[in-house]
T-cell receptor, first 112, second 121 residues
Framework: KNQVEQSPQSLIILEGKNCTLQ??????????LRWYKQDTGRGPVSLTI?????NTKSNGRYTATLDADTKQSSLHITASQLSDSASYIC???????????FGSGTRLSIRP | DAGVIQSPRHEVTEMGQEVTLRCKPI?????LFWYRQTMMRGLELLIY????????DSGMPEDRFSAKMPNASFSTLKIQPSEPRDSAVYFC???????????????????FGAGSRLTVL
């Protein structure tokens, strides 16, 4: 069964600190993995997209990693800012099938 | 480009009423998705169109829900009759290519609208 599991479910950290969000998936055959950021009251916005051949991709203070062997991805946020408070959703697409599977998200809160 | 445009942004209605949500995709995007998001269930795919043709509607919860895409620049999601359990945020998302491609190009990135928050009393 194609599944995407994210952890932790929620996280609170102080402004300026780093954090890492995890995503494990069982989607097969794998096509690509995306991380989205969803601010409260808004639609998700893409942060990164990675295929099986990519290990790391950065977008400013956001760095995503992908281990296609263990089917794990992480999103690392460096020097967090208050504006990073949002839900972060891991999305995995299956190749050759009409499926995009969404994780349930990690709700991140940055405290001053 | 103004992005994916959804309307209305908010709708409050009474049980039994018909609700129509609208979506204007980004020009040139040929795939369109309707999602529903709730706290309990997260984001759920309702239906997916490719080149205006419904490809996968297995996520549509029941016959009360219907979706159309009469042309490349407009889609509607209709609920008739609405029920309180339909209360959710409904998102429309579009992308350039069908997501069967093994690609990390921008074509494979879903662009979401701001959502339509529906409350059925």
């Amino acid at each position: 069964k194609n599944q995407v599991e994210q952890s932790p479910q929620s996280l609170i950290i102080l402004e300026g600190k780093n954090c890492t969000l995890q995503c494990n998936y069982t989607v097969s055959p794998f096509s690509n993995l995306r991380w989205y950021k969803q601010d409260t009251g808004r639609g998700p916005v893409s942060l990164t997209i990675m295929t099986f051949s990519e290990n790391t991709k950065s977008n400013g203070r956001y760095t995503a990693t992908l281990d296609a062997d263990t089917k794990q991805s992480s999103l690392h946020i460096t020097a967090s800012q208050l504006s990073d408070s949002a839900s972060y959703i891991c999305v995995v697409s299956a190749l050759g099938a009409s499926k995009i599977i969404f994780g349930s998200g990690t709700r991140l809160s940055i405290r001053p | 480009d103004a992005g994916v445009i959804q309307s209305p942004r908010h709708e409050v209605t009474e049980m039994g009423q018909e609700v129509t949500l609208r979506c204007k995709p980004i020009s040139g995007h040929n795939s369109l998705f309707w999602y529903r998001q709730t706290m309990m269930r997260g984001l759920e795919l309702l239906i997916y169109f490719n080149n205006n043709v419904p490809i996968d509607d297995s996520g549509m919860p029941e016959d009360r829900f219907s979706a159309k895409m009469p042309n490349a620049s407009f889609s509607t999601l209709k609920i008739q009759p609405s029920e309180p359990r339909d209360s959710a945020v409904y998102f429309c998302a579009t992308q350039l290519a069908a997501y069967r491609e093994r690609s990390n190009s921008g074509a494979n990135v879903l662009t979401f609208g701001a959502g339509s928050r529906l409350t059925v009393l």
